[in-house]
């Protein structure tokens, strides 16, 4: 059955006469005749303006972690309003919020806040490059961080052949200026040894190490207990600055992130998503040495930081991931769903594996999941490629892309689960058959 998407398709192509890509995010184009147009979202559905109706497993990469339009955090973003909006003067309730993400998270010491986790990942590597004194920096491949000219560098691995050495590093965008390039180093996750040796050859130039410990845009591949402790112990020794990078991972995983997860401290670490359940608020925050700098030296603020809609909710949202057992009945739901969709993809004999954290769990088609960006590629993602659509025509969302992990949220309970699971076999089903057809073969 492939659903009808002619509502859509009959606005997509109203709507590229005024917008590029008939969109306002690249990521939000999916085809001339596959791009969705929402009409609305509740809990953990959404609607198409055809009606079709989804279980949302991307939740708009992440922030909607209690559920669509939650009746809680919209009646504290209700009182947001009535509080006026931006002042370009602050506000009692900002202490109050930064009270609690301090509280959840060690090492957020002192708190600054943004409006997206783009902003707030500038703010961080402005930080570590002032506090330092050292402006080149390291990303992990496969890592995503935002959309400035920085962060926009990746190595496409899709073309990547080992036998002809290291992959190539790309912009990942035209406009980007090639020159920025002479100050960023790639590295791959889970090598010690590489980073020891890029240290060792250039730490004097190197101010920040910006690492995601589970790649929340890389299938949640997942930093090793020992890569990261040596990741901070070299970090301290080189005078690195060890930005960690929580947009997706903070107040998710566990109620102070990846770090909490992983018993360790950042020196500088990053929020957004999660934090608001959609309402646009980010963070900034880290050792207090280095947070200091903020109003010293360096400069951060933006006319619609702390903006009073996304505050409230951001408080309201906060206090329910803090004081309930949100994040385990998340946890929990992710489990249940990774054991059903297992057992389905085992009677079929189809080898697989999950990985990262239940909450934002990603699917790979083999037994052995990847420790970095480069075994990713030598995984068999056209299955996954093939399933998508059809879990789509059947009403299950998730990302095309199988780079994106499956994102879970309070509000998916047991009937999405169950539907989920009917639909998901339906549609390996169907997958299978087409890739037999095809002349390919999934199952191993
Ligand atoms: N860092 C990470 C890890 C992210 O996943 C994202 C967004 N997907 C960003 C930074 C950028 O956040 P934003 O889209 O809010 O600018």
Redesign the pocket.
């Known amino acids: 059955m492939v659903r009808s998407l002619a509502r859509s398709n009959q606005h997509f192509a109203k709507a590229l006469a005024r917008l590029p890509l008939g969109v306002t995010s690249n990521f939000r184009y999916w085809g001339e005749d596959k791009t969705i147009y929402i009409d609305h979202a509740k809990g953990g559905r959404l609607w198409d303006i055809d009606g079709n109706e989804y279980i949302d497993y991307r939740l708009g990469?992440?922030?909607c972690i209690l559920g669509y339009a939650d009746e809680r955090v919209d009646a504290a973003a209700r009182e947001g309003i009535e509080i006026g909006g931006v002042f370009a003067l602050s506000t009692e309730r900002e202490y109050s919020v930064a009270q609690r993400i301090a509280k959840m998270v060690p090492a957020a010491e002192l708190v600054r806040f943004s409006?997206?986790?783009?902003?707030?990942?500038m703010a961080a590597l402005r930080l570590a490059r002032a506090y330092t004194g050292k402006d080149s920096y390291v990303m992990v491949e496969g890592?995503?961080?935002?959309?400035f000219d920085a962060?926009l560098w990746y190595t496409p691995m899709k073309n990547w052949d080992p036998s002809k050495g290291e992959p190539e590093i790309l912009a990942a965008s035209d406009g980007v200026p090639g020159m920025i390039r002479k100050l960023m180093h790639m590295v791959p996750l889970n090598d010690a040894n590489r980073l020891e040796d890029l240290f060792k050859a250039n730490g004097a130039d190197i101010g920040a190490y910006l690492i995601?410990p589970i790649?929340?845009?890389c299938c949640s591949i997942t930093a090793t207990q020992q890569y990261l402790n040596d990741a901070r112990s070299l970090c301290e020794q080189y005078g690195v600055i060890m930005i960690v990078?929580?947009?997706?991972?903070g107040f998710r995983v566990a109620r102070g992130g990846v770090q909490e997860l992983m018993g360790f401290k950042a020196d500088l670490c990053?929020f957004?998503?999660a934090i608001g359940n959609g309402y646009?608020l980010?963070v900034v925050a880290g050792r207090e040495d280095i947070m200091r700098k903020f109003g010293d030296d360096v400069v951060h603020g933006g006319t619609y930081t702390c903006h009073s809609v996304a505050l409230a909710a951001a408080e309201k949202t906060l206090e329910i991931l803090d004081e309930t057992p949100a994040l385990q009945t998340i946890a929990e739901y992710g489990s249940n769903l990774q054991q059903g969709m297992g057992k389905i993809l085992s009677a079929r004999g189809i080898a697989h594996s999950f990985v990262g954290h239940p909450s934002m769990g990603g699917l790979f088609f083999s037994e052995t999941p990847p420790s970095n960006y480069r075994d990713w590629a030598k995984t068999d993602y056209t299955v996954y490629e093939a399933l998508a659509p059809h879990l789509h025509d059947l009403g299950i969302l998730c990302e095309p892309d199988s780079r994106e992990p499956l994102f879970i949220c309070e509000a998916h309970d047991r009937a999405c689960l169950d539907e989920t699971l009917d639909k998901f076999e339906q549609a390996l089903d169907l997958t299978l058959s087409q890739l037999n057809t095809a002349g390919g073969s999934a199952a191993s």
């Open positions: 990469y992440g922030p409006n997206s986790g783009t902003e707030a990942v890592g995503y961080h935002g959309i962060a995601e790649m929340g845009n990078d929580e947009v997706k991972t990053t957004a998503k646009p980010a």
